[in-house]
């Protein structure tokens, strides 16, 4: 097979690679290569099953057409201070420029006109105030939040779109490896996920979109093909939910809380990430086997729980430089303390230092919206280090948040973002590897719905200006 242009992934970022060509009239032949599904054939067994049980060869939450965003919470943030590193890349109005120019193709695609955390600016100078005397800092971020439900459909909308402008989508379809000969990337070796067998695409550029399902994937291309990169940041942390009523007002005000903060001792950057108002907390599982925990909301189905996640930034540097492996044995432990589940444990006992008893959850005013989570004790497995930052955030936050760090309040664990280790490339994305692109959360520089996608648009405009 051969084609002009090769796209590995059909997440956000490859396919807004698509769109953006075809938008410009591109006449070069597209080939979008994905593992996973078609939109209209994703399914989570546990829809009917209501457990995970842990698909094989890869997960149905984050495969298939649209990658990691069809059953997310479908929360773009329009601010480029969220959602990755791209204006490091290419500088801050550049990104937010992009970021701007994408939004309006979502916006064709059928996403609310409604935009969230705008106006209301006297509540959120009163924020703002609690959360300076907090130590803390308040980002402001709009959001046009797609729901869940919503997601699907926009995502379906771009999937017959890019059908039917010529882009051929290869569904069930694993990228194995990488051709390349000399420093130049001649294509991919691809194989049929049911059957195993082999072809070769050979394209004039490959476009690696892979997400951050595929950055295992892509770190061992790298060390196998000498593709210039360094090592990323990981971010470990916890899922933290509590009564609606104790969030409503930085939920109605903001509807996402952005906060950030160095808490005392180690100064780590620590901060909130992914706020769901009446949402529900869910589980995710990586094709290696590890099961995390994220959160989501739906537009019409609402929950009596918030949820948002925090994160503590971790780098390494020598003798050991690899974050994406130290993330993984913390996930693995937490797994193992938990049977193969989420572990979730009340916020007073982890002050208390006692384990949390199912007994206990069922008593508490917060019930856990993600039902399998098995109550135990998660400082068995969290670092020192991170289980101080986040005790420490949570009582900053509960000054911004009256009751936020309440006893009742829940802790899962595992949250982990592997933001992959970040290919070396320049302001054009190119990488060391001629004729090799790489973007999304697979390449580092991202970890959001609409960085991703942005730099999708990016990478177009650079590929079709080479026509
Ligand atoms: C549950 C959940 C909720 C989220 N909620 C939000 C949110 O509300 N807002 C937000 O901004 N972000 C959210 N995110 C993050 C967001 O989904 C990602 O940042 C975004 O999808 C990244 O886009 P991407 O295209 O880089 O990668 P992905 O969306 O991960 O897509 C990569 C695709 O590549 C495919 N692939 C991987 N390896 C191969 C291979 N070797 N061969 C062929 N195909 C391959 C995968 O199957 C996948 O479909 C959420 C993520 C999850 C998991």
């Known amino acids: 097979m051969t084609t002009d242009i090769a796209i590995i992934g059909a997440g956000p970022a490859g396919i807004f690679t698509a769109i953006e060509l075809i938008r410009l009239g591109c006449r070069k032949k597209i080939v979008l290569v994905e593992q996973g599904r078609p939109m209209a054939e994703r399914r989570c067994p546990k829809e009917q099953t209501k457990k995970c049980v842990g698909c094989k060869p890869f997960c149905h939450i984050t495969s298939g057409f649209s990658g990691a965003g069809a059953f997310s919470d479908g929360k773009l943030s329009l601010s480029c201070e969220v959602g990755g590193d791209l204006p490091d890349l290419i500088g801050a109005d550049r990104a937010q420029e992009l970021i701007d120019y994408t939004d309006t193709i979502y916006l064709d695609f059928g996403a609310d006109e409604h935009v969230e955390g705008r106006g209301n600016d006297e509540e959120i100078k009163e924020i703002r105030r609690r959360a300076i005397q907090a ?259 949570m009582k900053a936050m509960d000054f911004v948040v009256p009751g936020f760090a309440g006893e009742e309040t829940l802790l899962y664990s595992p949250e982990l973002k592997f933001y992959s280790n970040k290919v070396r490339m320049t302001p054009d994305l190119r990488t060391s590897v001629q004729g090799l692109f790489c973007l999304g959360d697979a390449s580092g520089w991202t970890r959001g719905l609409m960085m991703a996608s942005s730099m999708g648009v990016l990478m177009a405009r650079g590929l079709a200006s080479e026509s």
């Open 135 to 393: 130590g803390l800092k308040l980002v402001d971020c709009p959001i046009r939040h797609l729901g869940t439900e919503r997601a699907q459909e926009l995502y379906g909308n771009i999937q017959q779109y890019l059908a039917a402008s010529g882009v051929e989508l290869l569904f069930g379809t694993r990228c194995q490896d990488l051709i390349i000969e000399n420093g130049v990337c001649l294509g991919a070796v691809l194989a049929d996920v049911q059957t195993g067998k082999t072809t070769e695409l050979r394209a004039g550029e490959t476009v690696v979109a892979a997400g951050r399902g595929g950055a295992e994937w892509l770190e061992n291309q790298c060390a196998i093909h000498d593709i210039h990169h360094k090592p990323g940041t990981v971010d470990i942390g916890v899922r933290v939910e509590c009564r609606t009523e104790i969030m409503e007002r930085v939920n109605e005000v903001l509807y996402e809380s952005k906060l950030i903060g160095y808490p005392k001792p180690f100064k780590n950057k620590v901060r909130t990430f992914c706020q769901n108002p009446g949402g529900f907390v869910s589980q995710e599982n990586y094709d290696n086997g590890l099961s995390v925990v994220n959160g989501h909301s739906y537009k019409s189905l609402k929950s009596e729980n918030t949820n948002v996640a925090i994160l503590c930034s971790h780098n390494f540097s020598e003798p050991f430089n690899q974050p994406i492996a130290y993330a993984q044995r913390v996930g693995e432990l937490t797994n193992m303390l938990g049977a193969g589940h989420i572990l979730v444990q009340r916020f007073g006992d982890i002050l208390d230092g006692k384990r949390t008893w199912a007994k206990e959850l069922a008593a508490s005013n917060v019930r856990p919206t993600l039902p399998d989570a098995v109550a135990g004790d998660i400082t068995f497995a969290m670092p020192y280090r991170t289980m101080t930052n986040i005790i420490n955030f």
